[in-house]
């Protein structure tokens, strides 16, 4: 199902692409998709990836530039303008031949690891621009899920090891600290901070484990979970 948020940004990236005349048949595929007709939107986007067979690679570059650029940067975007069959027939090929000839360039590698989860691309867009936040935000905010995936059962159950977890802490803080951007790194801290203050709580109860997880936390004034039950007291 399409949200609000998701139709606009269907409007932003098929105004966008009907810049290009090339590109009219996936502008078409937004704008329908917009609408709720999905098989007519389905009909524009076979008809487009059928067009793209004969483009030239800097042409499919072309427009997987203009494609992920828009899908990175405005909200929602890499949901219902970004098709499964768009993705597999036209971007991901388009970059993994990109990324096997590239050496300057980053994006590609930050678009393929993003976009198809790959950690060994995003730390090849880093090897390229170490300053490149956008790379290095993407990995530390899958390694703080992991760490919440961990803890988000609490106070009832821990799923995983703690101890993995205060080691998968110390890299992501290493990797917050070379954010260029003082806003993103003031807010990964937070949230890196709360996570494992959660996880070093744990660990605590577990020396102890005489009474269960949220009334030690009760007792001892210590955070217990992230959800409505969770159990936290400012230290006085």
Not at 86 to 99: A, F, G, N, V
Not at 137 to 159: A, F, G
Not at 185 to 204: F, R, S
Not at 220 to 234: A, D, Q, S
């Amino acid at each position: 199902m399409v949200t609000k948020e998701q139709n606009k940004a269907l409007l932003i990236v098929g105004n966008s692409a009907m810049q290009n005349p090339d590109w009219v048949d996936y502008a078409s595929y937004c704008f329908c998709r917009e609408k709720g007709l999905r098989k007519e939107a389905f009909r524009h986007i076979d008809n487009f990836l059928l067009l793209t067979e004969n483009w030239k690679f800097d042409n499919k570059i072309n427009f997987v530039k203009f494609a992920l650029n828009l899908f990175e940067t405005v909200p929602e975007a890499d949901y219902g303008a970004f098709p499964t069959p768009l993705s597999k027939k036209l971007i991901e090929p388009t970059l993994i031949e990109w990324c096997g000839t590239e050496k300057i360039d980053n994006a590609p590698f930050r678009w393929y690891g993003k976009f198809y989860k790959s950690e060994e691309h995003l730390f090849k867009a880093l090897e390229l621009n170490p300053k490149d936040d956008l790379s290095r935000q993407t990995l530390i905010k899958w390694w703080v899920n992991s760490i919440y995936y961990s803890i988000h059962h609490l106070p009832e159950y821990y799923i995983g090891n703690p101890f993995d977890d205060i080691k998968l802490g110390e890299k992501i803080n290493e990797h917050i600290q070379k954010l260029t951007i003082i806003e993103l790194k003031e807010y990964w801290e937070k949230k890196l901070d709360v996570n494992l203050d959660i996880v070093l709580n744990y660990i605590d109860w577990k020396k102890y484990d005489h009474m269960n997880f949220k009334k030690w936390g009760e007792k001892n004034k210590k955070r217990t979970g992230l959800g409505i039950i969770t159990v936290y007291y400012k230290n006085s």
